[in-house]
């Protein structure tokens, strides 16, 4: 916005040097000072919030959203798969992993399986949370990928993760938390 105003100024110069017999223009106002503009962002963000929010059609009772019911399935099959696996004796690097974080684990996962199902913001959110660790994780293991078949696995969790994580977004605006008690 600096460049442009101060380009427009230097054309105004040279125009007025070019023709003589032409009376020179005003001075430009000065340029609005950063607080003004600062203002008038916000005020242009804050105007796009509302006309979004406004845009947004709360859930009919009993109405779930494919996204959140899609979050449901994929934490339920996660914490069932991971305790079949622990239960069919599954080694990680040749040893068995603990009962405890494996049924912390799957503790967590069906519970978030279980709010999803009951459309639960809190179910969302934390569903929200797992995909973002999970995506972290797998980009990081991606840096370290050796072979074709670990970067393609990696590839498609950050997708799919990914995919999910933004369709949740717009889910959990319309779910709209409720209202504190007190508040």
Same mark, same amino acid.
């Given at each position: 916005?600096?460049?442009?105003?101060?380009?427009?100024?230097?054309?105004?110069?040279?125009?007025?040097?070019?023709?003589?017999?032409?009376?020179?223009?005003?001075?430009?106002?000065?340029?609005?000072?950063?607080?003004?503009?600062?203002?008038?962002?916000?005020?242009?963000?804050?105007?796009?919030?509302?006309?979004?929010?406004?845009?947004?059609?709360?859930?009919?009772?009993?109405?779930?959203?494919?996204?959140?019911?899609?979050?449901?399935?994929?934490?339920?099959?996660?914490? +069932?798969?991971?305790? &079949?696996?622990?239960?069919?004796?599954?080694? @990680? =690097?040749? !040893?068995?992993?603990? $009962? #405890?974080?494996? /049924?912390?684990?799957?503790?967590?996962?069906?519970?978030?399986?279980?709010?999803?199902?009951?459309?639960?913001?809190?179910?969302?959110?934390?569903?929200?949370?797992? +995909?973002?660790?999970? &995506?972290?994780?797998?980009?990081?293991?991606? @840096? =370290?990928? !050796?072979?074709?078949? $670990? #970067?393609?696995? /990696?590839?498609?969790?950050?997708?799919?993760?990914?995919?999910?994580?933004?369709?949740?977004?717009?889910?959990?605006?319309?779910?709209?938390?409720?209202?504190?008690?007190?508040?």
């Amino acid at each position: 916005m600096a460049q442009r105003s101060s380009r427009k100024r230097r054309k105004q110069r040279q125009r007025a040097t070019r023709d003589p017999g032409r009376p020179p223009a005003a001075p430009p106002p000065e340029p609005d000072s950063d607080s003004d503009r600062m203002a008038r962002g916000y005020a242009r963000g804050r105007a796009k919030d509302e006309a979004a929010r406004a845009a947004l059609v709360p859930l009919r009772p009993g109405e779930r959203p494919r996204a959140v019911t899609a979050a449901g399935l994929v934490a339920a099959f996660i914490g +069932l798969a991971n305790l &079949i696996a622990f239960l069919a004796g599954m080694e @990680i =690097r040749g !040893e068995q992993p603990s $009962a #405890v974080g494996v /049924g912390l684990f799957t503790f967590i996962m069906l519970a978030a399986a279980y709010g999803c199902f009951r459309v639960r913001y809190w179910a969302v959110l934390g569903m929200q949370a797992l +995909l973002g660790l999970t &995506i972290l994780i797998f980009s990081l293991l991606l @840096i =370290r990928a !050796e072979s074709v078949l $670990a #970067v393609v696995i /990696g590839v498609a969790v950050i997708g799919g993760a990914g995919t999910l994580f933004w369709f949740l977004v717009k889910s959990m605006a319309r779910i709209q938390m409720p209202k504190r008690p007190g508040a």
